[in-house]
């Protein structure tokens, strides 16, 4: 069974920093596009960051120069570094990824964890 598990998230003030973790079941190395996304109570989720094989990383503009996303193929796992939140940053937050073409590893899905919390307050 294919799994993502995201670790990381908790309460923080205002200013503070968080560092995300999404654990797959299977090697990520062939894997196109990772992504983070998080939905706030009554919002839509909403793509956070994403990063590529080639770790290019894409982020929304309101995390813009303060979340970084990285990848660590060797242990299969996506991070999220969270600094200088903001209360606006609560959210639940899902690690994301979608295969269109099996690789042999990854069956063709959309694959999603159970989410982590991230509660900031000002």
């Known amino acids: 069974q294919v799994q993502l598990v995201e670790s990381g998230g908790g309460l923080v003030q205002a200013g503070g920093s968080l560092r995300l973790s999404c654990a797959t079941s299977?090697?990520?190395?062939?894997?196109?596009?990772i992504g983070w996304y998080r939905q706030a109570p009554g919002k839509q989720r909403e793509l956070v960051a994403s990063?590529?094989?080639?770790?290019?990383?894409n982020y929304a503009d309101s995390v813009k120069g303060r979340f970084t996303i990285s990848r660590d193929n060797a242990k299969n796992t996506v991070h999220l570094q969270m600094n200088s939140l903001k209360p606006d940053d609560t959210a639940v937050y899902y690690c994301?990824?979608?295969?269109?073409?099996?690789?042999?590893?990854?069956?063709?899905?959309?694959?999603w964890g159970q989410g982590t919390q991230v509660t900031v307050s000002s």
């Open positions: 994301n990824t979608k295969i269109v073409r099996s690789s042999g590893i990854w069956p063709v899905g959309d694959y």
């Open positions: 299977r090697s990520i190395f062939s894997i196109n596009v």
């Open positions: 990063i590529t094989s080639g770790g290019s990383a």
